[in-house]
């Protein structure tokens, strides 16, 4: 083989090595994308997934950071990244009206068919009747209950071995954690409010319901569902009643929902405004914390408002 020959046959093994070097490149990228992803409409059902199956399978946030979920509309670069996910898990009861409007090829689970819901009576003052089934008088926010929160835990394991199997183990070794957490949470809320001077809070609207069925204090708002619903002048005489009957010293609300009338109502009877969180997102100031985190700092607020021991 003459030098002619010898640089050609160098210089086309260069070529395959270049060759086979962008292709190694290309499937890092590719062999990413076919990690398994999960989407998740709420911070409670996220914080969840997070945490069970950290980086074995994508994970994210429908909502983000910062928006109210009562008034979150997805947009299309958002709609296509549903579409493009493995599993799609939404709250249900109610709480996403969006999610009907979209026809997903891909995987969709309701996770308010898989916790106990509680129906909210007429004055939407305390709740009266647990089922299964979500309706227009449905409370949504059923992850303030830790128990339902242990449900949601073992649901979203299950799926997720589904998903990927070959880390099973990987996955109920994370479930197990995360549930003593919850476990150790409960009884921090069992001990804690087992002996309070007071037993009702007053918010400016009724997301508190579960936790109040649990812990056995009731809950006073100023509106019903929505966080934004206008306050009318009688409903506001009664509560200002209610606050001297009652010596409340705190009126809690929440961190996406208008302060106006809230405030108003502080200042005409001389009480505290504190916000307290219903955990269907989070803040930008809460990125970074979890649900424990968070239930842990409602906790110490409610502690102080109902002044417990």
Same mark, same amino acid.
């Given at each position: 083989?003459?030098?002619?020959?010898?640089?050609?046959?160098?210089?086309?093994?260069?070529?395959?090595?270049?060759?086979?070097?962008?292709?190694?490149?290309?499937?890092?990228?590719?062999?990413?994308?076919?990690?398994?992803?999960?989407?998740?409409?709420?911070?409670?059902?996220?914080?969840?997934?997070?945490?069970?199956?950290?980086?074995?399978? #994508?994970?994210?946030?429908?909502?983000?950071? @910062? %928006?109210?979920?009562?008034? /979150? #509309?997805? $947009?299309?670069?958002?709609?296509?990244?549903?579409?493009?996910?493995?599993? %799609?898990?939404?709250? @249900?009861?109610?709480?996403?009206?969006?999610?009907?409007?979209?026809?997903?090829?891909?995987?969709?689970?309701?996770?308010?068919?898989?916790?106990?819901?509680?129906?909210?009576?007429?004055?939407?003052?305390?709740?009266?009747?647990?089922?299964?089934?979500?309706?227009?008088?449905?409370?949504?926010?059923?992850?303030?209950? =830790?128990?339902?929160?242990?449900?949601?835990?073992?649901?979203?394991?299950?799926?997720? =071995?589904?998903?990927?199997?070959? $880390?099973?183990?990987? /996955?109920?070794?994370?479930?197990?954690?995360?549930?003593?957490?919850?476990?150790?949470?409960?009884?921090?809320?069992?001990?804690?409010?087992?002996?309070?001077?007071?037993?009702?809070?007053?918010?400016?609207?009724?997301?508190?319901?579960?936790?109040?069925?649990?812990?056995?204090?009731?809950?006073?708002?100023?509106?019903?569902?929505?966080?934004?619903?206008?306050?009318?002048?009688? $409903?506001?005489?009664?509560?200002?009643? #209610?606050?001297?009957?009652?010596?409340?010293?705190?009126?809690?609300? #929440?961190?996406?929902?208008?302060?106006?009338?809230?405030?108003?109502?502080?200042?005409?009877? @001389? %009480?505290?405004?504190?916000?307290?969180?219903?955990?269907? $997102?989070?803040?930008?100031?809460?990125? @970074?914390?979890?649900?424990?985190?968070?239930?842990?700092?409602?906790?110490?607020?409610?502690?102080?408002?109902?002044?417990?021991?």
């Amino acid at each position: 083989m003459n030098l002619k020959n010898i640089i050609f046959v160098l210089v086309v093994v260069v070529f395959l090595l270049q060759i086979l070097t962008l292709q190694e490149d290309k499937q890092s990228p590719q062999d990413a994308q076919k990690k398994p992803t999960i989407a998740l409409s709420t911070f409670p059902l996220y914080d969840v997934a997070k945490n069970i199956a950290k980086d074995k399978i #994508e994970t994210y946030m429908i909502l983000p950071v @910062g %928006v109210d979920v009562h008034s /979150y #509309e997805p $947009n299309p670069k958002q709609i296509v990244k549903l579409f493009k996910s493995d599993l %799609v898990i939404f709250s @249900g009861a109610s709480l996403e009206p969006w999610i009907s409007r979209l026809d997903f090829k891909n995987k969709v689970l309701d996770m308010s068919k898989y916790v106990m819901l509680i129906e909210m009576d007429a004055s939407h003052h305390h709740a009266h009747e647990e089922h299964t089934h979500a309706d227009e008088h449905t409370d949504p926010h059923y992850w303030l209950s =830790i128990n339902n929160m242990k449900k949601i835990t073992k649901k979203i394991t299950a799926e997720i =071995i589904k998903l990927d199997p070959k $880390n099973k183990d990987f /996955y109920k070794d994370n479930a197990l954690a995360y549930l003593k957490k919850l476990d150790a949470l409960d009884r921090a809320y069992k001990t804690t409010l087992s002996s309070c001077k007071k037993s009702e809070i007053l918010t400016n609207h009724n997301a508190f319901s579960y936790l109040a069925k649990e812990y056995g204090f009731k809950v006073l708002s100023l509106s019903a569902f929505s966080p934004d619903a206008e306050v009318n002048a009688k $409903n506001m005489i009664r509560l200002m009643q #209610e606050i001297k009957k009652l010596h409340i010293s705190t009126i809690f609300y #929440e961190s996406f929902a208008s302060s106006r009338a809230v405030k108003t109502l502080a200042q005409e009877v @001389g %009480v505290q405004v504190e916000v307290l969180q219903p955990l269907a $997102n989070i803040t930008k100031n809460e990125l @970074g914390l979890s649900y424990e985190d968070i239930m842990s700092t409602n906790l110490v607020k409610l502690k102080k408002a109902m002044e417990c021991r």
